[in-house]
């Protein structure tokens, strides 16, 4: 009886296979979305034909052990507005915010979430009291509400006082993160999902980094002009372990929505991130997070990821009839041939997770990408896309039309580079300000 249960386990990770081998990604430079600035690393958010970008940088990779790996004169000083139908794009300065705001509103790798007509930030790394005498790099420890319309319309008319009133904030040290990400579930919680703590100069000798070694999870007391972390809510996600074993000291991510079993629910899964202590190689079993009363994992160490390990443009995608969740990663770091730990790769993988086996595949797609690009970029779902949970930005595979190429988003900003291996002098890698259509055919 135990073999006729394994052949029927390999009949239906044959046939998963089979269903999606045939998908394939192909990508197009835009000729409509044009007039974007060259970003990486950024916050997005949206609404109607709008894109909202605040943070991130104007420069590519930074080069380990150089006092200038993340200078202030390379930060993003604005918030952008994008027009994605007149292609116009508006601008504020960031110093025009209030000051808590200003400097961490330039930073790099800030986690943040869109629900409904809020964009959530916390976190992020980037240059404190820039020019002054104390100057010094950190971690910030503010988590805002942005007021998405309000935003925008404050920075499409100029107005001071509409832009400075957009967002609300607290300051909290649990929240001091970057390298992490951040989303709502439908139990009402926030998951700040992993990440790390570093303060003082990259590559230099001063510095202090701390892992969080776990998912900080809490809820939200909101009124129209305040925020905070509710009183008593805070719950932690962890395996308890040291620092030197656990499998949350991980940065630098994929943190992706996830449909649950019979479509049921929604969840987390953490895919990939970086580094291991002592060894450092990057982590490649997944964990899954579920929300809840009582928030818990589940480590999957049956299946092991290859490639695309670095934080990168990303979708997600439920086929229902099948109850398979896919993930696919857009090239990034994190290369499965050569040394592969630092490696750009123009790979496009999709990971195909099935809820009824729990058996996890790597499906690699037929065509790579253009250039050498992904890695801190954005994955944007067209209008059109039919989806399967807006909320999370699911679309809904099952609703795909089959066999011929069906736009279903964008990718946009990150880092460019023109090889796999980076280098400062002969391979300096760049921000992209490029908009790619993302075709699928099924």
Do not use: C
Request: a positive charge; proline letters at 5%; aromatic letters at 12%.
């Amino acid at each position: 009886m135990k073999n006729f249960h394994k052949f029927i386990l390999l009949v239906l990770v044959f046939a998963s296979l089979e269903a999606h081998s045939q998908t394939g990604f192909s990508l197009k430079p835009s000729q409509n979305l044009k007039n974007l600035p060259a970003l990486q690393s950024f916050v997005f958010g949206h609404s109607g034909n709008y894109w909202l970008l605040i943070g991130g940088r104007t420069n590519g990779f930074h080069g380990f052990g150089s006092a200038t790996n993340f200078p202030f004169k390379k930060a993003n000083k604005f918030v952008y507005v994008y027009n994605t139908a007149t292609n116009q794009l508006d601008s504020m300065a960031t110093a025009l915010l209030p000051t808590v705001l200003r400097e961490q509103y330039t930073s790099s790798n800030m986690q943040h979430f869109q629900a409904g007509q809020y964009l959530y930030i916390s976190g992020g790394y980037g240059e404190f009291h820039a020019k002054l005498p104390d100057s010094t790099w950190a971690t910030y420890s503010t988590l805002s509400r942005v007021n998405i319309a309000q935003m925008i319309n404050a920075v499409l008319t100029k107005n001071l006082i509409k832009f400075r009133t957009s967002v609300v904030y607290a300051k909290d040290k649990s929240t001091a993160s970057t390298g992490g990400e951040m989303y709502k579930l439908p139990d009402g919680k926030i998951y700040l999902v992993l990440g790390h703590r570093f303060d003082g100069m990259y590559g230099s000798s001063n510095f202090k980094q701390t892992y969080l070694d776990s998912v900080h999870v809490f809820k939200l007391t909101e009124t129209p002009s305040s925020i905070s972390i509710t009183a008593g809510s805070r719950q932690y996600i962890s395996d308890n372990l040291v620092d030197s074993l656990t499998q949350f000291r991980r940065r630098d991510l994929l943190v992706v929505p996830a449909i649950q079993r019979g479509g049921q629910g929604v969840g987390l899964t953490v895919y990939g991130g970086v580094f291991t202590a002592g060894a450092g190689v990057p982590f490649r079993n997944p964990i899954y997070l579920k929300g809840g009363a009582i928030p818990s994992y589940q480590l999957d160490k049956t299946y092991t990821q290859t490639s695309n390990i670095y934080s990168t443009a990303n979708v997600e995608m439920y086929d229902a009839s099948n109850d398979v969740m896919l993930t696919t990663a857009f090239g990034g770091i994190g290369n499965d041939t050569g040394s592969g730990r630092d490696d750009f790769t123009q790979k496009i993988m999709t990971i195909s997770k099935n809820n009824r086996t729990n058996v996890t595949t790597e499906i690699a797609n037929p065509s790579t990408l253009p250039t050498f690009m992904g890695s801190e970029g954005i994955f944007i779902p067209a209008p059109s896309v039919p989806m399967y949970n807006a909320q999370y930005g699911v679309i809904n595979y099952n609703s795909l039309p089959a066999g011929t190429p069906k736009l279903i988003g964008y990718i946009y900003g990150g880092i460019i580079s023109n090889s796999p291996k980076w280098n400062n002098s002969s391979n300096p890698t760049l921000p992209s300000k490029m908009v790619y259509e993302v075709y699928f055919t099924k």
